[in-house]
């Protein structure tokens, strides 16, 4: 279990949850649509900007050096995204990010779930600067 950090306004309906190697973030007011399967999820594309600040919120806090370099790998590896007792597969190892009109369709080095009104989605901060170069790319394209 982590520490629930306060939410920006900026982030409208994600909220971040710091933990040992990985954050977790947080849609609330989540339509089961979101979440596609294990590693796949599909937001709002709305959504962007709200996506982009708790991501900012994660490496503007006083602890981001000291997360960023626990959870820094000598190799990328997804091993950690398989379920306990099965064989795979594991979450593809980079990030893959499209846009419509209507939404975000996002897989990656991730485990993504929803729960009720909530979409999660565990994310190593090793990750954290790859999927931010991802999604930022989207917003050049406008």
Request: proline residues 8%; aromatic residues 10%; negative net charge.
């Amino acid at each position: 279990m982590g520490a629930c950090l306060e939410p920006t306004p900026a982030m409208r309906r994600y909220r971040v949850e710091s933990s040992g190697q990985s954050f977790y973030l947080t849609r609330t007011a989540a339509s089961p649509a979101t979440h596609e399967s294990r590693f796949h999820a599909v937001l709002p594309a709305p959504d962007l900007d709200a996506i982009l600040a708790a991501l900012d919120q994660v490496t503007s806090h006083p602890d981001w050096a000291r997360w960023e370099e626990a959870g820094r790998l000598a190799e990328p590896d997804t091993s950690w995204t398989i379920k306990p007792g099965e064989d795979g597969p594991a979450a593809p190892s980079a990030w893959a990010v499209e846009r419509d009109r209507e939404a975000l369709y996002l897989s990656g080095p991730w485990i993504t779930g929803h729960e009720y009104d909530r979409w999660s989605a565990e994310i190593p901060y090793s990750e954290l600067e790859d999927l931010r170069k991802a999604l930022t790319a989207l917003l050049a394209e406008d």
